[in-house]
C-alpha cells in the first residue's frame, strides 16, 4: 500500500470515528468474517444485504449464514421494517469527512442504508477520495448521473426545536465502514 492511500484511509477513518462511526479495514477474503463479527456483537441475527460483484465473490451470504445470521437478499421493503442490520457496498468515500457516497438507481441500497438499526458499508480503499471537491469532480464528469446519490456520514442524528439531540431517528443508530483492501 502506497503512504498516499494510507494517509487517505486514516484521515477517513479519523474523520468517521469523529462523527462515532466505526471503521474497520480487511482484505477481501475476510470480509464475510468481519461483517459476521459485527452483527454477533450487535446481537443481530436477521439482515438485508445488497449483493454487489464484490459481495458475492468473498463469499460474503454464506459466511454470514453459517455464522447463523439470516440474510435477506429479495423483498427487502418488506424485510427492512423488521431486521436490525444492513449491508451494502457503497461506490465511493470521501476521506475529509470519513463519508461514503451512495451512487445508484437500485431503491434497496437506499431503503438498506436507512431502515437498518446497524449499517454496514463496505468501500474499496481505492475509492476514497481526499475531498468533498474530488467527488463533486466525479459526479459532474459522470456521462448521466444515478437517481439516487446519498452521502452516509454515521449514525443518523436530529435534533428537537430545543436542541435536543437524538441518534437513529431518521437512519441507522450505528454505522460501521469497512474499507477493503485492494488486491
Known amino acids: 500500500m502506497s503512504n498516499v492511500e494510507e494517509k487517505l484511509y486514516e484521515n477517513f477513518k479519523k474523520n468517521l470515528e469523529s462523527v462515532n462511526g466505526h471503521c ?4 477481501k477474503s475476510e470480509l464475510g468474517k468481519v461483517i459476521a463479527d459485527i452483527f454477533k456483537q450487535e446481537n443481530i441475527d436477521s439482515i438485508c444485504l445488497l449483493e454487489s460483484s464484490m459481495l458475492k465473490e468473498s ?3 454464506s459466511t454470514l449464514e453459517e455464522s447463523g445470521i439470516k440474510v435477506h437478499l429479495d423483498h427487502i421493503r418488506l424485510h427492512a421494517e423488521t431486521d436490525r442490520g444492513g449491508v451494502s457496498e457503497t461506490h465511493h468515500g470521501i476521506a475529509e469527512l470519513g463519508t461514503v457516497v451512495q451512487e ?3 431503491v434497496d441500497g437506499r431503503i438498506i442504508a436507512t431502515m437498518a438499526e446497524t449499517y454496514v458499508g463496505i468501500i474499496k ?3 476514497i ?3 468533498y471537491d474530488d467527488m463533486f469532480d466525479i459526479l459532474s464528469n459522470m456521462p ?3 437517481n439516487f446519490v446519498g452521502f452516509i456520514t454515521g449514525p443518523s442524528r436530529t435534533a428537537d426545536i430545543e436542541c435536543v439531540g437524538t441518534v437513529g431517528v431518521h437512519g441507522p443508530i450505528k454505522v460501521y465502514i469497512i474499507v477493503v483492501k485492494d488486491e
Not at 474497520?24 to 482484505?27: A, E, G, I, K, P
Open 125 to 127: 480503499e481505492s475509492k
Open 129 to 131: 477520495v481526499p475531498t
Open 144 to 146: 448521466q448521473i444515478p
Open 24 to 27: 474497520l479495514r480487511t482484505s
Open 104 to 106: 445508484d438507481d437500485n
Open 59 to 61: 463469499n460474503v451470504v
